[in-house]
């Protein structure tokens, strides 16, 4: 069973910084892109980040360019978002994506909240 578990969400001042965990089991993780998606409270998903599977490729949003930084540590089945700078309007749920790229199925994660207030 594909599972995808979120952490390190929580309350912190604009202009701080949260570290975002995704830990995957269930397929082979070191195969898979992966990406980080959010969704703002009363608005859609907006995908953020993604990286290739060697983790050498990264892709970034234009509104979080140069504050977030995608990695992946494939020996631990895990993928990570360092958010820094952090702006109000990047309050949201951030979820772990994957999809197979065979099946085409998609796989999400629970979420993890986000809040970013003074």
């Known amino acids: 069973e594909v599972q995808l578990v979120e952490s390190g969400g929580g309350l912190v001042q604009p202009g701080g910084s949260l570290r975002l965990s995704c830990a995957a089991s269930?397929?082979?993780?070191?195969?898979?892109?992966m990406s980080w998606v959010r969704q703002a409270p009363g608005k859609g998903l907006e995908w953020v980040s993604g990286?290739?599977?060697?983790?050498?490729?990264?892709t970034y949003v234009d509104s979080v360019k140069g504050r977030f930084t995608i990695s992946r540590n494939n020996a631990k089945n895990t993928l990570y978002l360092q958010m820094n700078s952090l702006k109000p309007e990047d309050t949201a749920v951030y979820y772990c994506?994957?999809?197979?790229?065979?099946?085409?199925?998609?796989?999400w994660g629970q979420g993890t909240q986000v809040t970013v207030s003074s």
């Open positions: 994506y994957a999809r197979d790229p065979d099946s085409l199925n998609d796989y």
């Open positions: 269930g397929f082979t993780f070191s195969f898979y892109a």
């Open positions: 990286i290739m599977p060697g983790g050498g490729s990264t």
